[in-house]
């Protein structure tokens, strides 16, 4: 079989996996989410936290629970780090240089898992499964918490509630992200991935989190990695390490698991709000857009310019070319669409054109279908967006599923849109204009320039996937990306939650012969275009100069 034919057979697969699985795990998300009643477990966890899991709380309480949680999570997870020498299962490890524990604590606690550094050679078993391990989870479930909040907002009327997150995060651990990782580390097993206690992960696992052994199995590192959307490894070759990745079908599963759950989110919006047809049109956006951005990727690292990559078929270097380069271009779409992060190719390698099209994934927003929540919230921001300048086009009052846009939520949306972008650019600006920044640049020119806009664009986005060529784990770059990690993820939080809270504070105003049609193929494609316009247009200047000069070149 071609490599080509491969290629189109692992989607076709992928695709029918993600459709057979939607239904059934949106509406289970949907249940978790809006049932009255409490397991026992949650109910150890809420009486140990003494939370009332029977309050619900108004935006502004909504949102101190999450930065509190937040910033115990990076205290102790820094303290964690520098501690570690004196600490058991430490392997001997010395403790970890305080710019890089600080990196990495709001690296993980943000969802983003960027690493500075080498995973066997820095962190013992006991950071690697008391912090890293239990960020994977609950750093993904902060995320949950906050889509459902917007969702709650959409779908309730006369109220200052958006629920309770201390519930929103227990339930969202133990009833969906901690059963999903035990079911898909039992199939990482059969194929082949090592279930061993030598080697140390940056997840946890049920062997791992139930057992209390130090470190853990890599199949079960690689199942929650895959489904929070974390990045990171505990091998410097992350996913392309044989012990992660030992097969094709393996690493098209992880691309399955990094898909799963955004993809399915759709249909608890659709669920929680009553009409499930809102949800098929959001996932359509999703599924529009990073079909465009595969097929794009695709073509460009098979049609490489230049004689030796044409004898060679494509742009093989630093690609996973024990199962060809369309498994290549497939997981660096989708690591880059979503919040992942993992990589099972060098991204620094692809030609200028795939390069691009995995920074501008990101930039997009990750919304295609983005992260273990944050996919949903961001697309749902962009809604309002485009609900906005529908309104604008013929003259009438905007609404999105009976909620009036007026002047308050409209700048709380806008300035979402315009948060990142002004984090990425800032960042990038500052890097290039400073010494400290451009001494990192392995390569000059517009390639060293696209080496510091992916790493901000990273960061900023909550990615975690890196461009190569750039040293990063230095002063400089530690402490300037994680304050990018930092603004990128909790700025937006604040605003939709803010968001969130003026909407369910509003009545339902009814549909009529002039209200826009958010179900339909109209506004599938509006929303397309909005999202490509309003947030991909404000990178093309910075782009022009990076990978855009280096394809003309």
Known sequence: MSA?????????????????VHR?????????????????????????????????????????????????????????????????????????????????????VTNTNWQGYSGESTMGHLVQMAGLAVQNFVSAAVGLAVAVALVRGFARTRTDRLGNFWVDLTRAVTRILLPLSVLAAIVLVLGGLVQNLSAGTDATTLSGASQFIPGGPVASQEAIKQLGTNGGGFYNANSAHPFEGPSAWTSLFEVFLMLVIPFSLPRTFGRMVGDKRQGLAIVAVMATLASASLALNSWAQARAGGAALQLAGAATEGQEVRFGGPLSALFGTATTLTSTGAVNSLHDSYTPAGGLLTMFNMMLGEVAPG?????????????????????????????????????????????????TPAIVLIGTAVAMATDAGRSSMLNDGPHGLSEVLYAFTSAGNNNGSAFAGLSANTPFYNTALGLAMAFGRFIPIVLVLALAGRLAQQGRTPATAGTLPTHQVLFVGLLSAVVLVVVGLTYFPVLSLGPIAEGLS
């Open 24 to 108: 059934p795990l949106g509406d289970w998300m949907a249940k978790v989410f809006t049932s009255p009643r409490h397991g026992r477990v949650e109910k150890v966890v809420y009486r140990a936290v003494g939370v009332d899991a029977d309050t619900e709380q108004r935006w502004p309480t909504y949102l101190r629970s999450v930065l509190a949680f937040s910033l115990v999570s990076v205290l102790f997870l820094y303290l964690l780090q520098r501690l570690q020498s004196v600490l058991p299962w430490s392997n001997d490890m010395a403790p970890v240089e305080s710019g890089s524990a600080w990196n990495t604590a709001v690296s993980f």
């Open 371 to 419: 992260g273990v929540g944050s996919g949903l919230y961001g697309m749902l921001v962009l809604a309002v967006i485009a609900v906005f300048v529908a309104g604008l086009m013929v003259g009438r009052t905007p609404e999105y599923l009976g909620k009036k846009l007026g002047r308050r939520e409209m700048t709380l949306a806008s300035l979402y849109v315009l948060t």
């Open 4 to 20: 080509t034919a491969a290629g189109w057979l692992q989607v076709l697969l992928l695709v029918v996996a993600l459709v057979v």
